[in-house]
């Protein structure tokens, strides 16, 4: 027979969730309404596609873990080839970056089997020194370094960095009485809620610029509003979906705003050295796919390490 | 008939999944694509895969109306991969040596009086990757012949990269597919051949791509 349980905290989370769409579409019908003349399609755009985002993340989640480990790695495999269609690559390395795509299906096997072991070196040791051999046994070294960095740095961020939300789904049931998946639904859900308050607040009360060189909309009062928002986010929904205590929670909103932050700029950083816009348009209103995951790139193993440290 | 059904499996279920997933098209302007037949699509050629993008810009219900001309020579070589060109892919095979004072578009004329949506590569040959070819001027002879008939020409970055002449390894890339607005005719062979080739360096000149060297 078809067994199918879910902890009822987990579907109470994604009912906020989805309340949380509901009310943001209806606040953006009635700013339409109220102000006729203003063009609200790009936020209405961003706002179909949150409802296609967290509707299938929410599915997944709700129905397998493997489901849930599948779509992660389907999530790696889009930002790995966005990423290696926006940088210069070489035509001599055609076949490194298939190795490349490659080491997704592995790193994620070794999320399915759960081995931690080989998990957090694969990337970082095993194809760090693989690629360049596969690079040198085609023997050309213009560019060398440029394209072996490069590459790695892309492999880093979109598979090995993006894999550590996957892991917390490996992670044993007994110490969290909602599982992997309760981290997981607290990760993405304060990554993405963060963004989109550093957002807001900005848009509100944003004066201070922060790194304008880098990112000219981000301001001191987005970055902290946000900071503080997520945190008090945190401390509410810690205790419901996973084991921190009060101090450890506020904590880890504090690093997930910070972090989440940081990985925003990072990308912007990419863009602005390769002198385009967006990423992409695979999500509209949003970009493509790695203006949504940067964040997500940075706030995953560090909220990883940071949960396994204190409970695994 | 049974063909078709053939064809309709191959699209849905192959080709399409194919295009959309493990490629991933970038579209800019689709708006400008023909609703429908008669027209002409004309894009720069660098991969097998030209082809299969092209005509996943369709929905499956317009498949039977969309139709590639190809090199008869290199896509009717042998009998199996004849009947694949010509019922699987749908192609209108076109002589690319021709015999003085013959027209090589014959069946492309019949083919658009019915209505039909045709891919061309003006190139003739996928040629080395990333690296837009001059077009040949029989592009300018179909488009006086077929004065009303919209010529579309669309560029296409990134497939050279994913699977180039005399590559058998697909790497993934993003493809960008930019639409461009319908050429007329307008009575001059040369002037026309000057257009069209502008109308793909403007399109081509809106990516902003990184080098592939």
Redesign the interface.
Known sequence: MFEWEVKPTLLWASAGVVLLLIISTVIIAFLTHRYPKKNFSELRARLRSWWWMAGIFILAMLIDKVISLFLFGFLS??AL??Y????????AD??V??WA?LAILLQYYWVGIAWYGVFIIFIPVYMFLFLPIRMILIGETE?FLKAAGTLHWGLMTTVFCLSHAAYLLALPDEVNPTGGAGLLLFLVFLTEFNDVLQYIWGKLLGQHKIIPKVSPNKTWEGFLGGLVTTTFMAVLLAPWLTPLNLWQSGFAGILIATAGFFGDVSISAIKRD???KDS???LPGHGGILDRVDSLTYTAPLFFHFIYYLHY | MFNRFLRWLFFGLIVRPFTLIII?L?IRHTERLPQKGPAILVANHNSHLDTLVLMSLFSLKQLPQIHPVAAADYFLRNRLFAWFALNIIGIIPLARKVQARTDPFVAAYTALSQGQILILFPEGTRGQ?EFMNHFKNGIARLAKNCADVPIIPIFLH?LG?SL?KG?T?L????CDVFVGEALQWEGDKKHYMQKLDAAMHELASEG?F????
């Open positions: 495999f889009l080839k966005e290696l269609s926006l940088i210069p690559t070489r035509r055609r076949r970056l298939f795509y560019g390769l002198g385009i992409g348009n695979l | 991933g970038n990757p990134g990269k180039p590559e390894v790497v993934p890339f993003f902003n990184a080098p592939w060297e």
